[in-house]
């Protein structure tokens, strides 16, 4: 639910009166965010421990992590406006956004739903593993 509000109400696919778009809600956005949720909080829930199992060092972000943080990025990026995107806008300018970055949103949902589907996958495996 967490990750579900961070992504979805600044890019104002949960509607909400703080954040609008000039851009309606395409239909894949809800679907992109419904399972970026998920799989984003079944990610977190790996990390979740035993407060005595904890190590005193510190730990280094694995690749799953890394992945997990890529993803939830890319998914950001697929589901918000094409124009209200400030990154955007000033890499291809506004007519850029709607032309070409626009098109490629659908493609970023979907490496973002497999790239959380391999981080996932990563620390499921390694969840097994005995660290030696």
């Known amino acids: 639910m967490v990750i579900a509000l961070l992504i979805g109400l600044p890019t104002d696919v949960i509607a909400n009166p703080v954040f609008g778009r000039p851009v309606p809600v395409t239909w894949w956005s809800y679907p992109t965010l419904a399972i970026t949720a998920l799989l984003g909080g079944l990610l977190v829930a790996t990390y979740v421990r035993d407060p005595s199992a904890l ?18 990025l890319l998914s950001f990026f697929a589901v918000g406006c094409p124009v209200c995107n400030k990154l955007v806008i000033v890499a291809v300018g506004a007519t850029g956004a709607r032309q070409w970055f626009e098109p490629v949103q659908p493609l970023l949902a979907v490496a973002s739903i497999a ?13 097994a593993a005995c660290r030696i």
């Open 55 to 72: 190590e005193s060092s510190a730990e280094e972000i694995d690749t799953p992590t890394r992945n997990g943080g890529i993803a939830g």
């Open 115 to 127: 790239l959380l589907v391999w981080a996932l996958r990563g620390r499921l495996r390694s969840s």
